[in-house]
């Protein structure tokens, strides 16, 4: 396990990062904000709570969370429209930075591909770098469930994304950087793992991660050193 200071040398070394989206690239729990906006804000959010604690598997708690927002193509766009995600605080010059300095940057998220895909336009990052899930509707844009091979679908999925990503592009050090125990799991393959603090707390997070932030200025200042 690598200490603070050697992750430190990691990060600014890492030719890949990529970044958790619900709390940390944003401010809020993607699917969270779906089924408020659906109406079945309370029932949703306890699950979410209990994912992302570890206590469900990854794809029963989304199975079930979408059964009860049943989300229409329709309502997604208009939530987008109507209430789209905040960026966190620095996370669009982090991002810029990194770009500047050639490390490829990736999204990795259990949330949806169409909230993500907007988020990747905001940030700058290419839609080829976003690895997320598929919502399916029918022809009349009715639910009709999700793309369960995608592998963010799956618990350990974050994981699977960046071995994939390790052996497509032979990336040496990859750093991954999130605030749930979603993140710190997919390190390793990731080289290294940087708990993100700034939206949400989580509390397993905290006492695990060699680093751990509330603010993204931590990152651009370890850049610039």
Not at 59 to 68: D, F, G, S, V, Y
Not at 178 to 205: K, S
Request: glycine content about 8%; hydrophobic content about 40%; charged content about 25%.
């Amino acid at each position: 396990m690598v200490s603070h200071s050697e992750l430190r040398t990691l990060f600014c070394s890492a030719d890949a990062v990529c970044f958790d989206v619900d709390s940390t690239v944003i401010r809020e729990e993607g699917i969270d904000e779906l089924a408020k906006f659906c109406g079945v804000e309370d029932a949703v959010s306890e699950m979410t709570r209990r994912a992302m604690g570890g206590a469900v598997p990854f794809k029963t708690a989304l199975t079930e969370r979408l059964a009860l927002i049943q989300p229409s193509r329709e309502q997604v766009q208009r939530l987008l429209a109507e209430h789209p995600p905040h960026l966190t605080p620095g996370i669009r010059e982090l991002v810029s930075r990194l770009q500047e300095r050639n490390v490829q940057v990736f999204l990795i998220s259990g949330g949806f591909r169409s909230i993500v895909e907007h988020v990747a336009s905001k940030v700058g990052i290419p839609t080829a770098n976003v690895f997320a899930n598929r919502l399916k509707f029918y022809f009349n844009g009715e639910y009709a469930g999700f793309d369960e091979t995608q592998p963010t679908a799956e618990s350990g999925g974050k994981g699977k994304v960046i071995k994939l990503l390790k052996e497509k592009f032979h990336f040496k050090k990859i750093v991954m950087i999130g605030d749930g125990a979603t993140d710190m799991e997919a390190c390793p393959p990731a080289d290294g793992f940087i708990g993100f603090g700034g939206n949400v707390i989580r509390q397993q997070v905290k006492d695990n991660a060699k680093w751990y932030i509330t603010d993204f200025v931590e990152l651009l200042r370890a850049l610039e050193e």
